[in-house]
């Protein structure tokens, strides 16, 4: 009887699935069925997908890490990454397949290499870094300058100095009433960043609309807009 009850269950198990390989993995399949053999043990298990990951830096000549470079993953699967404050990316949980990856040059910026490539990705890759090899006085760049205050979005500015000098950053409405200063004060040359959460100086959230972004570093002026939504 118990004979019996074991065919019944393979045979059963052989209708079930699409293709079985006594002993082995199926390839592509989810499900994969190992008989017995004599053994009297019959499994079933979930075989997970290959997933990989591809991390570097963005970086300058002097090997500091360089932040806010946008890098974009194409290919099988796409993503975005923001490089932090030391220039870090990565991207993560890459199933198989082929990619490139891509630091975008913004305001002049050139990067050796260009971009990476990788044909069929079939393990993790470190290192991979970008460096800068051109790269004019960086003016002033907000990152996500459309964003919803409402949701805890913000939007942040960088802007880089080549020699010490006074800084100034505002935001005005369209009609030219200033809304807040963020910055007003002398900054040594560097690298910068301050984050605006859409509220003015009383610290209630601003409308909706289109604002102007006024910055001034010593002689060198610009305006961008930022658009807030809700």
Known sequence: MLKKCSLIF???????????TSGANIVNTAWVFYSGGGSGSDTCSIIPSAVYSIKGKAKDSDNKGVSYVKVELCGDKSATYWTKEDGYYEFTEIPSGDYIVTPTPVYGMQF???NRSYTGLAQDYTNQDFEIIASP???????????????????????KLEQRCHVIIKLYDLPG??????????????????????????????????YLLYFKAGDYKKIEKVIVIK
């Not at 393979?10 to 079985?20: M, N, V």
């Open 10 to 20: 393979i045979i059963i198990g052989i209708w079930l699935l699409p293709k079985i």
């Open 112 to 114: 050796k290499p260009s």
């Open 137 to 159: 006085p960086l003016p002033i760049i907000p990152i996500n300058n459309l964003f919803n205050p409402a949701k805890g979005e913000h939007t942040t500015i960088v802007y």
């Open 177 to 210: 009433e200033l809304i807040i200063t963020l910055v007003d004060e002398e900054k040594d040359a560097g690298s910068y960043s301050i984050d605006w959460f859409g509220k003015n100086e009383r610290g209630s959230t601003v409308a909706s609309g289109t």
